[in-house]
């Protein structure tokens, strides 16, 4: 339906509206209002049919689009991902297989990886990137400890530094992070 507002009666300038969902083309609001309300109730039918299409996730009473594109390094920016890349992007997708999070797009150069990660708001970035730091360590170590230990001490099971990068994404620079993100180690 292009106008999302139906007009009922329109007598002595007084106005019902039925506000209609763009996705379902169900009415979900009847309000009444004068003829001035007009523009205000299309501004607002716009702005509901914006969180509808956008693919917003719902959390019982949320609505929301969290996503941050990390950057996490390893320790000393020894090259020690070159050779089992594979194997460090399963060692991230089984993180976000256990855990409360989605990764988007995943990069992965000689010494660090990028990642478009999705996840609730009751979650921290610290707690995110922790989780993933922590099951990707021990993952790699638990698999690739001959690799790994040309690179660091075997008892003291390094990978990641303790710092890391985060920036939340918006709509319009979303496109260009997940481009960046792919190209990663291709260069």
């Given amino acids: 339906m292009k106008n999302l507002d139906?007009?009922?009666?329109?007598q002595n300038n007084f106005i019902v509206y039925i506000h209609i969902?763009?996705?379902?083309?169900e009415p979900f609001y009847v309000g009444m209002g004068?003829?001035?309300?007009?523009?205000?109730?299309?501004?607002?039918?716009?702005?509901?049919?914006n969180i509808v299409n956008k693919k917003y996730k719902s959390n019982c009473h949320q609505k929301y689009r969290t996503r941050y594109h990390f950057i996490f390094s390893t320790k000393y920016r020894k090259k020690?991902?070159?050779?089992?890349?594979?194997?460090?992007?399963?060692?991230?997708?089984y993180s976000e297989s256990i855990s409360d999070y989605k990764i988007l797009y995943f990069g992965?150069?000689?010494?660090?990886?990028?990642?478009?990660?999705?996840?609730?708001?009751?979650?921290?970035i610290g707690q995110v990137?922790?989780?993933?730091?922590?099951?990707?360590?021990?993952?790699?170590?638990?698999?690739?400890?001959e690799h790994l230990s040309k690179f660091y001490w075997?008892?003291?099971?390094?990978?990641?530094?303790?710092?890391?990068?985060?920036?939340?994404?918006?709509?319009?620079?979303e496109a260009n992070?997940?481009?960046?993100?792919?190209?990663?180690?291709l260069k």
């Fill in 177 to 185: 992070i997940a481009e960046y993100i792919l190209e990663q180690g």
């Fill in 6 to 10: 139906k007009n009922i009666t329109n």
């Fill in 80 to 93: 020690c991902l070159k050779g089992i890349e594979a194997e460090t992007e399963l060692a991230f997708r």
């Fill in 154 to 173: 075997k008892n003291k099971k390094l990978l990641w530094t303790h710092g890391y990068f985060a920036e939340t994404t918006g709509n319009v620079s």
């Fill in 34 to 49: 004068s003829i001035g309300r007009d523009l205000q109730l299309a501004g607002r039918n716009n702005f509901w049919k």
């Fill in 108 to 124: 992965i150069d000689k010494d660090h990886v990028h990642l478009l990660v999705e996840f609730k708001p009751s979650l921290s």
């Fill in 129 to 145: 990137v922790n989780r993933m730091k922590s099951i990707t360590t021990n993952e790699l170590w638990k698999n690739k400890s």
């Fill in 21 to 25: 969902r763009p996705d379902t083309n």
